[in-house]
Nanobody, 116 residues
């Protein structure tokens, strides 16, 4: 079955960096589009970054452009979100997501807290 497992969240000061990782299994990773979403308290879940399976094309939310980088390793079946220059408004639960056969699959999420 499709499984996504995030790791790497934690507490960081404003201006700091964190690297999130998502380990995928149960489907053909190469060629699958992979996404990072986040949900802050009291807010709707929003798309942060995506990487397509073909040519590794990437898209970012305007709020994270120039600060976050999404990448993938098609050998290890992982997708990574490198987050730099973190702001307090980046505080949220971050989720890895993919869509297989028209169905969305989500990881359990990892908490990122940006605070001094």
């Amino acid at each position: 079955q499709v499984q996504l497992a995030e790791s790497g969240g934690g507490l960081v000061q404003p201006g700091g960096s964190l690297t999130l990782s998502c380990a995928a299994s149960g489907f053909t990773f190469r060629g699958a589009g992979m996404n990072w979403y986040r949900q802050a308290p009291g807010k709707e879940r929003e798309l942060v970054a995506r990487i397509f399976g073909t040519w590794n094309v990437t898209n970012y939310a305007d709020s994270v452009k120039g600060r976050f980088t999404i990448s993938r390793d098609n050998v290890k079946d992982t997708v990574t979100l490198q987050m730099n220059s973190l702001k307090e408004e980046d505080t949220a639960v971050y989720y890895c997501q993919t869509r297989i056969g028209g169905r969305a699959y989500w990881g359990q999420g990892t908490q990122v807290t940006v605070s001094s």
